[in-house]
DNA sequence: CGTCCACTTGACGCGGCTCAACAGCGGTGG
DNA sequence: CCACCGCTGTTGAGCCGCGTCAAGTGGACG
């Protein structure tokens, strides 16, 4: 099956990968050419894209929808990664020696991933050269946000863990309205505890002293409106 | 100035490059042309390789010694990212833009580093595409281990974080005698605790809880036996 | 409209941080 | 060579914040 999605919703022939950052620098003719050898799959909402059970060595790019990275440990705690969105791909650790088995991928929301097997994205790396420096660059980018994520972890107090993880989700999820950020949480509680390494009963008291503090309000549990000062 | 302590440590042409796994897939011809644009300096213990003060875009190759990683925040407190040695690059994210700013990487003795400039090393990647192939890899490996560092940070005791760090160093500076493994400690107790986010008080109980367990033994400050079980 | 699961809120205990005093070590200068 | 000083490490006491356990609430979704 070839990218129908991608296909589909740009039926002049340009391709949905000009979003895709890893094959930007690409012309449209090998924009073309890499558009042949992807396969497309849909996933449901919940759905393991990776999970030790089901081996698959391919890359994963995001086409729709959001997925979240974990790595689950021995008692049953697990924590969170990254949350991807569309452009965004992974499983490129499997491509390259050195998987670290116990990684499961989920998605968020009923998703599209595009995915390209090993052998041909090796055979891709070594047609276009481009796509590797592009890779290099991702991978850097990638490298540096989990260097945050662990300085976070180390040296930050958990009040500050928790309102930088708002302030950048406001960058990331948010809309600009009257009163301030309104932001479409990819969470849920316990999840964003599960990446800042909290508990939810924490991360349910430091939201609501920001309310009463004035930072922000709570509308329902997947909205939060982080208030303009 | 071409890389001295290179040259002469291996006189008959043969070069030390042969340890860096960056230029491993390179034939001997091709490391002969990288060899003609490195450039090598020393550094004393405690001094800074890279600085915010002092820019210098370049790739850092470590032919001698030990280097430590650290993202400084601003009310005093550092993470310690990495523990680098013989073989191991660094620098790389400030030549693929994205490069934070505030890190800091410093001598934990006297080395030599092996430097390419930016726009040297873009013209290597240019010619000999193995190597952008075997950064994507060494890149995937350390994204691997920062993961492992977020993960421990995150949902690992501190119990469990300081012994597995014993551990990890039993791996890497470690030497087996008849009573267990001997560890070298790359780290002073200050600088251990920074890079698991604890305290160095905390890090000094923990140890000494061990020895009382019988786990290990400490010898002076710099050096660990880790006991046969 | 009803059910259920995620979230919220409270009480309590423990572990690691803070502050403080002291010991050990290395470096420096007389 | 030794005396001094500063830095790092050790050990103790007390406190505070987060985790845990438990009960109650509300929103999301069928």
Redesign the pocket.
């Known amino acids: 099956m070839t990218c129908q999605t991608c296909l589909n919703s740009h039926p002049k022939g340009t391709t949905c990968m000009r979003r895709v950052p890893l094959f930007a620098p690409l012309s449209l003719e090998e924009m073309g050419e890499v558009q042949r050898i992807i396969v497309q799959r849909e996933y449901k909402k919940g759905e393991f894209i990776i999970h030790p059970l089901k081996v698959m060595q391919c890359l994963f790019i995001i086409n729709k929808g959001k997925v979240k990275v974990i790595r689950p440990n021995s008692d049953g705690k697990e924590q969170i990664l990254y949350v991807l969105t569309v452009g965004d791909f992974f499983g490129e650790q499997a491509l390259f020696g050195q998987m670290s088995k116990d990684i499961i991928v989920e998605a968020l929301e009923d998703s599209g991933i595009c995915t390209i097997s090993k052998a041909q994205f090796q055979a891709l790396l070594q047609q276009m050269p481009q796509i590797a420096l592009k890779m290099i660059e991702v991978m850097s980018s990638r490298l540096t946000k989990m260097e945050e994520l662990v300085e976070s972890l180390g040296i930050n107090?958990?009040?500050k863990r928790v309102f930088d993880l708002i302030e950048e989700y406001s960058l990331k999820f948010g809309r600009k309205t009257e009163q301030g950020i309104l932001i479409q949480l990819p969470l849920?509680?316990?999840e964003m505890a599960n990446h800042l390494?909290?508990?939810?009963?924490?991360?349910?008291?430091k939201?609501?002293k920001y309310q009463d503090e004035g930072k922000i309000k709570?509308i329902?549990?997947?909205q939060i409106l982080l208030i303009n000062k």
């Open positions: 107090s958990v009040d849920s509680r316990e390494g909290i508990t939810r009963e924490t991360i349910s008291r939201l609501a709570l329902g549990h997947k």
